[in-house]
Each structure stands twice: as structure tokens, then as C-alpha cells.
């Protein structure tokens, strides 16, 4: 198995713009979780699904944030419009029955 | 919430000695402990997990102690190597809710 997989690796944004991250989770997995990662607040979580409803959405931090699991292999984070604040390492991460997650290797944002 | 508090933020040894990381969680209906390992630029790894049912857990040169009357959980490396340095993170999950909170993490540092 490949793991879970993240798209892009890196993205530089200007400010404003409409930034779209791209998670396929292991195979078979039923949860899938997206993580924040800062040095100023540490790895925090946003949102998870369970076989692709949202269940706690309660880390996303603004309205900019939005989440969505189209299907069981593909989920995206996207902010609009992006800010500064925004820059961080956003990690996906699935699991069976919610315990042991396993995380990907994270995209890399930067707003400018 | 769970509160999750990470200590040391650091910790430097020799290698060949031991090293003890030690968090506290604030959820006493919190059940799952997972401790990840993640190295400069990569993504976080599970390493040992623990449930609350169990007070200790080894795999090789790692353990993990859980005390739940005093809500602090414990990883503990023996005869340390240069490889595992790295940052480690504490976590605690309530099962019913599926969300992981971590610790602040630990940068460990072996010296050789």
C-alpha cells in the first residue's frame, strides 16, 4: 500500500487566493482526519469524516475553511480566501475504527 | 476538552543512556494514548499506543506506562541511538469521539 498520499507537497500562495489541498487515505480505511501543524500551536485538528460524513468540525478555525469527502478514496481542504495566518504543514491522516492514524507526508503552505 | 501537557519541550542525552518523556491529560474518559515520532521535515509515525486498559506496554528498546488515577502516561527509550533523535508527541483520545489531542512534543537529542 502506498499510504496516505497529499497533493501538492508545497503550494506558495499570494494572499486572497483560493488554496485547495488533496488527501487520498489508505485503502479501506473508514476515518479520515486533517491535522494543522505550527510551531506557535503544535499539531491541531480541523475536521474528520467517518466513511465520508463529517463528524467534528469543531477545529476548523474560520469560515474560510471548508472540508469536503467526496468519496472513500478522496477528500480536500480548501481555504478562500488565504491569509498569512494561514501558513502552516496540513497533514491527512486515516485510520480503521478511528485509533491508530496513520499521517501523510503533508503539504506545505506558505501565504504571502 | 482534553488538555494534553508535554514535558520536557527538551531533552538532550548520551547515547546509550535513557530517556524519559512524561504527559498528563486533563479527560479522565480519555482511553487511547498513542506517543509519534517525527523527524525534521517528515511526517509523525506512531511509535508504541496504550489503551487504559493495560498500565504498561514494551516493544524493544520503547515502553510505555499509563497511570489513569493520576492521568499521566510516560514513554520511556533505553540505550538511546543518534536515530532517534527527534521530536516525540504525546496524545490522548476519548474513543467515543475519535479526536486525537497532542502534547506540545518533545525534541530529543542524542549525542553520540
Given at each position: 500500500d502506498a499510504g496516505v498520499i497529499q497533493s501538492p507537497r508545497h503550494e506558495v500562495t499570494e494572499m486572497g487566493q483560493e488554496v485547495t489541498l488533496r488527501c487520498k487515505p489508505i485503502s479501506g480505511h473508514d476515518y479520515l482526519f486533517w491535522y494543522r501543524q505550527t510551531m506557535m500551536r503544535g499539531l491541531e485538528l480541523l475536521i474528520y469524516f467517518n466513511n465520508n460524513v463529517?463528524?467534528?468540525?469543531?477545529?476548523?478555525?474560520?469560515?474560510?475553511f471548508s472540508a469536503k469527502m467526496p468519496n472513500a478514496s478522496f477528500s480536500t481542504l480548501k481555504i478562500?480566501?488565504?491569509?498569512?495566518?494561514?501558513s502552516a504543514v496540513y497533514f491527512c491522516a486515516s485510520s480503521t475504527l478511528g485509533e491508530t492514524q496513520y499521517f501523510g507526508p503533508g503539504t506545505r503552505l506558505l501565504v504571502l | 476538552g482534553e488538555n494534553v501537557e508535554q514535558h520536557p519541550s527538551t531533552l538532550s542525552v548520551q547515547e546509550g543512556d535513557s530517556a524519559v518523556i512524561k504527559c498528563t491529560y486533563s479527560?479522565?474518559?480519555?482511553?487511547y494514548f498513542p506517543w509519534y515520532k517525527q523527524e525534521l521535515g517528515k511526517r509523525p509515525q506512531l511509535i508504541i499506543d496504550i489503551r487504559s486498559n493495560v498500565g504498561e506496554k514494551k516493544d524493544q528498546r520503547i515502553a510505555v506506562t499509563l497511570n489513569k488515577t493520576a492521568k499521566h502516561f510516560s514513554l520511556h527509550i533505553t540505550e538511546?541511538?543518534?536515530?532517534?533523535?527527534a521530536v516525540y508527541f504525546c496524545a490522548a483520545m476519548n474513543t467515543g469521539r475519535r479526536a486525537l489531542t497532542f502534547g506540545s512534543g518533545t525534541r530529543l537529542q542524542v549525542q553520540p
Open positions: 463529517p463528524i467534528d468540525d469543531s477545529g476548523m478555525p474560520e469560515d474560510r478562500q480566501p488565504s491569509e498569512p495566518r494561514d | 479527560d479522565s474518559a480519555s482511553n538511546t541511538q543518534p536515530e532517534d533523535s
